[in-house]
């Protein structure tokens, strides 16, 4: 009859919590008649799930003792190493489909084969805001990881304005789906882009309410420099006043409000101050 044996014969190997095991078989099969052999194959299969399953088995254990312990002790982020807390990741799901939704609207109307490099540019209009609402939100996330990465702990109020957060941003894609319909329409156009400009106004209020609160509440790391904390709120404020002029400005010219929405981004999305200091 078969001999399969999962491990070592020393007491190291026989241990449970032992992240490595070495699944030898000693001997593998030896067979000593008919029936071995037409059952060996199956002798074999699942002694190797037997054996993968042991050395899964601690890793699954150690995995499920840290989401205790953190569940103990509060949720807390200490740099890079320990990002991959729920709620962010949630938060980054959020930004990842809303950002993908965006060129989900941008198509071609049926029966345009005939003029099909023609129909492609005539859908500037959704190009544009696809572009600008990518970029919006591509800065919106950067952002948030900034913040993110200076937070010591969250509590619950900082958790639920963090959900307002992933809200506006997640209705992103309606306002862009009417700019991209309306920014053609010379009546309709003042409506589409002050729809579009509150969305990402309210998009800069909350993030920037997320960021004051947790200064407020002292929810930052002890190791993060007053400097750049003061930084960073310098950072937020031009966009909330700038969205304000831009609404207004969209009240006559439609368009270039849109493209004072694109600066906003790449204001956020571009790193010039390392530039300037790369140069120098």
């Avoid at 789906?177 to 998009?203: H, K």
Wanted: a positive charge.
């Amino acid at each position: 009859m078969a001999r399969l044996t999962c491990g070592s014969e020393s007491s190291a190997s026989r241990n449970p919590a032992s992240s490595v095991v070495n699944c030898s078989m000693s001997p593998l099969f030896v067979v000593n008649d008919r029936r071995s052999r037409d059952i060996g194959p199956f002798f074999f299969a699942g002694s190797l799930f037997l054996c993968v399953a042991r050395q899964i088995r601690p890793a699954r254990s150690a995995a499920v003792e840290r989401s205790r312990a953190w569940r103990r002790r509060g949720p807390s982020r200490h740099g890079l190493s320990d990002s991959g807390r729920p709620e962010w990741m949630f938060s980054d799901g959020v930004f990842a489909i809303a950002i993908t939704l965006l060129v989900l609207d941008i198509g071609v109307p049926d029966g345009s084969g005939d003029d099909l490099l023609g129909a492609v540019a005539d859908e500037w209009p959704s190009y544009l805001a696809y572009l600008v609402s990518f970029s919006t939100i591509g800065a919106v996330w950067l952002v948030h990881s900034v913040i993110t990465e200076c937070l010591d702990r969250a509590t619950p109020a900082l958790i639920r304005v963090n959900l307002l957060l992933l809200m506006v941003v997640s209705a992103l894609p309606f306002p862009t789906r009417l700019l991209a319909d309306y920014i053609g329409d010379v009546d309709s156009r003042r409506v589409a882009a002050t729809i579009y400009g509150l969305n990402l106004l309210l998009v800069a209020l909350v993030v920037s309410v997320l960021w004051r609160y947790a200064v407020r509440q002292r929810l930052i790391r002890p190791d993060v420099a007053d400097e750049d904390v003061r930084l960073i709120t310098k950072r937020l404020t031009p966009g909330l006043a700038g969205y304000l002029v831009l609404i207004a400005t969209g009240l006559f010219l439609p368009l270039v409000a849109v493209f004072g929405y694109l600066a906003i981004a790449v204001y956020f999305i571009v790193p010039f101050g390392a530039l300037r200091r790369a140069r120098t």
